[in-house]
């Protein structure tokens, strides 16, 4: 990454730039899988209230080669992961991924996975929760490129929102040059399904716990217990509640 970002760029278009400016450049990190391996990428932004962290990767992945990735955003003034990913022949992506933003937060996650040959899956499922004035973002595009046949990608990105003061920005995106090739992507935003806390209440659970339950049924199995993910989204559910 070299010049400045500026909201031409659609990358960028939702992010807070001054809190990038500040950082700016920001280096690539660079990864090679070799064809049968698997790399395993664990990636948790979790800075205080004026922090600023952004990590970009690149990412190349040999036929039959796999990558987990697991991303957590959950603190500082900006947070915001970047995945550039292109898969041989029959080489896997899953990504599992978080954001929890409170206050005026800006949180992203964006994806360019490109299938450059046949037979390569990929699986994308981002949660996001946010309250207060929180931007929270996802934006994920999916290239299928010509002579990619047997293509398998998967998107799926929810946001639940605890103020609707609070913006959700979700676009998952398909390019597609291929067409023996299975590609669904789906987005949704809502927020907390009042049936379900007057039944916790009923059932003598108190409204901060009740939400806190229901939000970690929203994550639920993107994250392991007891991990560091799994205690950096308790405690920004804390914060954000």
């Avoid at 990190?29 to 800075?47: K, Q």
């Avoid at 399904?193 to 659970?205: E, T, V």
Wanted: overall charge negative; hydrophobic content about 45%.
């Amino acid at each position: 990454m070299s010049d400045l970002p500026t909201r031409r760029d659609e990358a960028w278009r939702y992010s807070d730039l001054e809190a990038v400016a500040g950082v700016w450049p920001v280096a690539t990190r660079t990864h090679v899988v070799a064809p049968g391996e698997t790399l395993v990428l664990p990636i948790l932004i979790d800075g205080d209230a004026d922090s600023v962290g952004i990590e970009d990767h690149a990412i190349e992945v040999g036929a039959g080669a796999r990558v987990e990735a697991q991303v957590a955003v959950t603190g500082g003034r900006l947070g915001r992961v970047s995945l550039s990913v292109k898969l041989g022949r029959g080489a896997h992506l899953s990504l599992a991924g978080v954001i929890v933003g409170g206050g005026q937060e800006t949180h992203e996650i964006v994806t360019h996975v490109t299938h450059a040959e046949p037979d390569a899956t990929s699986e994308q499922t981002v949660r996001i929760i946010l309250g207060g004035q929180a931007t929270g973002s996802y934006l994920g595009k999916v290239a299928v490129a010509r002579g990619a046949q047997g293509t398998d990608a998967i998107q799926s990105a929810k946001a639940m929102l605890l103020n609707r003061t609070a913006t959700a920005n979700l676009k998952p995106e398909l390019e597609i040059y291929a067409d023996d090739v299975k590609c669904a992507h789906g987005a949704t935003v809502g927020e907390l399904d009042a049936q379900a806390l007057f039944y916790l209440a009923s059932r003598g659970i108190a409204p901060a716990e009740a939400k806190t339950l229901l939000l970690r049924a929203f994550v639920g199995g993107l994250v392991e217990e007891n991990s560091p993910f799994a205690a950096a989204i308790d405690k920004a559910l804390e914060r954000v509640l």
